[in-house]
């Protein structure tokens, strides 16, 4: 047998990350082309029968391969890498961290549209008319009004983008169709790159004068320049937290550096947007999910070559690469939405946080209602806390009551002195707001007679009723069907809709409050973008209607007119199962209930609930959000869990609940095999179905781990993931990881 060594290849090898589920590096000969090959590069390189763009990581010297098995890279992509040094490193570090595989990790690290072979800096195509228009060419369009409407506007702009053409209505068809009659040709150009944006001058600036408060807060972030530093903005719902962060952006826009602001959702972003856009005399661009393909790129590129000013976006914003980054601020810093909750789930705040530190930034976390980990690490010294405890300009605090509903009747939810408060405030000519955690008709559809309910057949889970149109859902899988006029069983046509979702209580709102506008927000209603602008226009003209809403409508707008903000029930959150389902039941009643009275109206809060006297509620409503987290932490505490402790599941889905679980009961023993090495003690609880056990037809499963120390956890899983990947796993089933878990769903 030949000595494995004698056929090693010897020689520069390219380490290439592919998405692939494989948690590898694969390694490569360089290309025949003479260009030189250096990390942050992409490559195209053949892979089993397919040629997949990749990432060049690393260079050595040699591979453990024979050189006959090393396959060469077919072509470099890229000009320039599209990561810095520091940012690859980032990646990498979140690859390990999250325990995800590397490819996977950098592929969605980048814009769609150059996860495939197009260029980076994209061509623009822009369709152009001829001068002298071919007149049997016209002819022809006597009987196409798209086409002439097409032309006429092609000839008007000199010029139009595929985007333009689309956003104006008119289809490729009719593109290929004058191209064909030979009056329009497209003309393709490289976009130049862009050039660093010009540093604003101080002269310009449209500051408010700052509170005490905002000014010991600014003071103390703007000491801070290229070095590492996180501050924790604890400000109350209309403290002025946005003013002091533009300030501090300021000084770094001043000084040509660019700043980046993430947001937890896109409803969030076009106010945002608009706020800096007109404070700030550079540009402004945003990154989130309801971009189009180009002009999702176009946006990176910007940030990338330095040519935008502020960069706000969403999450997966914090791998962008940016020429010049100076301050890193993260809104709302306690929403779960910075956790991604599907593939690789990583924490944007968690990352940006390593992000800072890598590249000696400042980063302001900012939130009326911080999370546990976040308060922690304040007491541990981590974060610099600054507090503004007071609302900015004139506003004043609101008052709070709460309505025992336990024997109370109530009317699609509401309670009798609810309604009558809310009359009150409509003849008052103010705006309220109704907070209720369900979208929806009804969350059940019942049969009268023999007790059917309308059930998901991939999913144990009820189906929803919507009305708008109508038709019954699933909110785990996706599923609408019609909705069924008689019972399955007994044919029975008196069918039930029991429970109280947003649509019903828009229906009855609307139908007893008649000359009043009820808007109804939430996922169903907001996916349709005009419809939630044209919404937010109405309620900003300040006239007095009523809006309906689901966890949405708690996030960060700014609406001067509500006097009063309802919860309809408080008592889900209550007795949730989940170890951090207090901490959101009280950020979420907090911050719907910030809304408020933010102008110089008074407002009024009430909270509906039928456990009243419940500890838990009783002490959230005499005391602030600050001291019932001293008291979930401490619970914490004495509980063990996070932040006192670490989390990480190993998450099993398969056709049968048994397969599943048998997988990770081979898990456990290997685990519990490697936790012996260990000092920091590690405990595996488990393997037990998951919460919401069915899903899209597949049952899940998981394996809780827990120890004391961040660092024995990292050990620990990277262990047990080799041991995985070693194993042979059945086809049919998907597992994953999750590193600190936000719930254990
Ligand atoms: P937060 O981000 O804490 O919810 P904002 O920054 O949005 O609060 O401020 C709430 C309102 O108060 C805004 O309308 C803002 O313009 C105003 N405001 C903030 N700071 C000041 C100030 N120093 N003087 C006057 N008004 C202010
Ligand atoms: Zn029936
Ligand atoms: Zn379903």
Request: with cysteine; proline share 5%; aromatic share 6%.
């Amino acid at each position: 047998m030949p000595d494995s060594k004698n056929t090693a290849y010897e020689g520069l090898v390219y380490q290439v990350a592919i998405p692939t589920p494989l948690r590898k590096l694969f390694d490569y000969l360089p290309s025949k082309s003479k260009k030189t090959l250096q990390p942050g590069l992409r490559v195209l390189v053949p892979f089993g029968r397919r040629h997949i763009v990749g990432f060049i990581i690393s260079i050595k010297s040699g591979s453990s391969i024979p050189s006959k098995n090393l396959k060469r890279i077919d072509k470099i992509l890229d000009e320039q890498p599209l990561f810095s040094n520091k940012l690859l490193k980032l990646l990498q570090w979140s690859a390990g961290y999250y325990q995800h595989p590397i490819g996977e990790v950098l592929s969605t690290a980048i814009p769609k549209k150059i996860r495939s072979a197009n260029p980076a800096n994209p061509i623009s195509q822009v369709w152009k008319s001829y001068s002298s228009s071919d007149k049997k060419g016209l002819i022809s369009l006597r009987n196409s009004p798209k086409q002439k409407g097409l032309l006429n506007l092609i000839q008007k702009q000199k010029g139009l983008t595929k985007e333009s053409i689309t956003k104006a209505g008119f289809n490729s068809r009719a593109i290929k169709e004058l191209e064909k009659k030979q009056l329009i040709y497209k003309q393709t150009k490289t976009k130049p790159l862009g050039t660093a944006f010009k540093p604003l001058s101080r002269k310009n600036l449209k500051s408010l004068d700052l509170n005490k408060q905002q000014k010991k807060a600014l003071t103390a972030i703007i000491q801070i320049e290229e070095k590492f530093k996180c501050f924790l903005i604890d400000g109350v719902t209309g403290s002025g937290k946005t003013e002091v962060y533009m300030q501090a952006m300021q000084q770094q826009l001043c000084k040509g550096r660019q700043c980046l602001v993430l947001v937890p959702e896109i409803g969030l972003t076009p106010q945002t947007l608009f706020l800096f856009q007109e404070r700030f005399e550079c540009p402004v661009i945003s990154i989130h999910s309801g971009l189009t393909d180009n002009e999702r790129l176009a946006a990176w590129n910007m940030a990338k070559d330095g040519s935008a000013g502020i960069l706000i976006g969403t999450r997966s914003a914090i791998f962008t690469p940016f020429a010049n980054l100076g301050l890193i601020v993260v809104d709302e810093e306690h929403d779960s939405s910075f956790k991604q909750q599907e593939g690789f789930k990583y924490s944007a705040r968690d990352i940006s946080i390593v992000r800072a530190q890598e590249e000696k930034l400042p980063i302001i976390l900012g939130s009326a209602t911080p999370s546990l980990e976040s308060l922690h690490n304040i007491a541990t010294k981590k974060f610099v806390p600054l507090s503004l405890t007071k609302r900015a300009g004139n506003a004043t605090e609101s008052t709070k009551i709460i309505i025992d509903t336990s024997h109370e009747f109530l009317e699609h939810g509401l309670s009798e002195r609810l309604l009558y408060k809310i009359k009150q405030h409509l003849a008052a000519k103010k705006q309220v707001l109704i907070f209720i955690n369900r979208r929806g008709f009804a969350p059940t559809l019942s049969c009268q007679k023999c007790d059917w309910i309308a059930e998901c057949k991939n999913c144990i889970s009820q189906m929803t009723v919507h009305i708008k149109p109508p038709n019954i859902r699933c909110h785990h899988c996706g599923v609408i069907l019609k909705l069924p006029t008689n019972c399955p069983y007994c044919n029975n046509s008196n069918l039930e809709s029991i429970g109280l979702g947003t649509q019903r209580l828009e229906k009855f709102l609307q139908a007893r409050f008649e000359s009043i506008p009820v808007l109804r927000i939430d996922r169903d209603s907001t996916r349709r973008k005009k419809l939630f602008q044209s919404m937010l226009e109405k309620i900003n003209t300040g006239k007095s209607c009523i809006l309906l809403g689901t966890q949405m409508i708690s996030k960060g707008h700014h609406f001067p007119n509500i006097t009063l903000v309802a919860i309809v029930n408080a008592d889900t959150g209550l007795f949730s199962p989940d170890f951090r389902g207090q901490e959101q039941m009280a950020q979420t009643i907090t911050q719907v209930s910030g809304r408020a009275g933010r102008a110089s109206s008074p407002g009024e809060v009430v909270i509906q609930s039928r456990h009243a006297s419940h500890v838990t509620l009783k002490n959230l409503m005499n005391n602030s959000y600050s001291d019932f987290a001293k008291y979930l932490l401490q619970e914490r505490l004495t509980t063990n869990m996070p932040p006192f402790s670490q989390l990480a599941l190993i998450k099993a889905q398969a056709k049968q609940l048994g397969i599943a679980l048998s997988f990770l009961k081979k898990v456990k023993i290997m685990s519990v095999e490697i936790s012996s090495n260990f000092n920091d003690q590690v405990t595996s609880i488990g393997p037990i179905p998951a919460p919401i056990e069915k899903r899209a037809g597949m049952f899940r499963t998981q394996l809780i781990l827990k120890t004391k120390k961040k660092s024995t956890l990292q050990e620990f899983i990277h262990l047990l993931v080799l041991r995985i990947e070693d194993l042979k796993i059945p086809s049919g089933i998907r597992w994953s990881v999750d590193v600190d878990p936000n719930e254990l769903t």
